[in-house]
């Protein structure tokens, strides 16, 4: 895997949702439905990270490991779980933009309603929940995927020397 390819997948998709949510602003704008769906369905998601981020956190190191090898494995933990973390503030960062909106459109005679400060603030809003729903479908391979690594590392340390 080349070392620029997380970049290259990060820009691809930053692309997408920016083209996406610049497409799909028209039809967000002033829409009450959507905007109660963007916020049900990213209150959720965001308590179902912390969920599985709990359940997957098992902090556990090699006990027999030297200090090198513990460094490392804690440098490879934090890489997985702030990836995660990042995911989580971006669906916190969802909901405070589409609170922002609520909050500044909310008055009956606002001014604000057709502002360009309303259009700026739902393109930030669709462009987060667009990316961080792209991430989020490659969540449940990544948690498998640490899951599955853990228990080769464990299962590993438990097979029969070999005597010959």
Not at 25 to 48: D, M, Y
Not at 62 to 80: F, I, T, Y
Request: charged letters at 20%; proline letters at 2%; hydrophobic letters at 50%.
């Amino acid at each position: 895997m080349n070392k620029y390819s997380p970049f290259i997948k990060f820009i691809c998709f930053a692309i997408a949702a920016a083209f996406l949510a610049w497409k799909g602003q028209p039809f967000a704008h002033g829409n009450e439905k959507a905007i109660e769906i963007i916020i049900n369905v990213f209150s959720i998601l965001a308590g179902f990270l912390i969920a599985i981020l709990t359940l997957f956190s098992d902090m556990r190191f090699d006990e027999s490991a030297n200090w090198r090898k513990l460094e490392l494995q804690e440098a490879v933990q934090q890489q997985k779980f702030g990836k995660h973390s990042l995911l989580f503030f971006t669906y916190l960062s969802v909901l405070i933009s589409v609170f922002l909106v609520i909050l500044l459109t909310g008055q009956e005679n606002s001014s604000l309603k057709d502002s360009s400060i309303i259009t700026c603030l739902e393109l930030v809003y669709l462009f987060l929940a667009i990316l961080s729903v792209i991430y989020s479908l490659f969540l449940p391979s990544n948690l498998l995927k640490i899951r599955k690594q853990e228990f080769d590392r464990l299962h590993k340390s438990k097979l029969p020397k070999n005597s010959n």
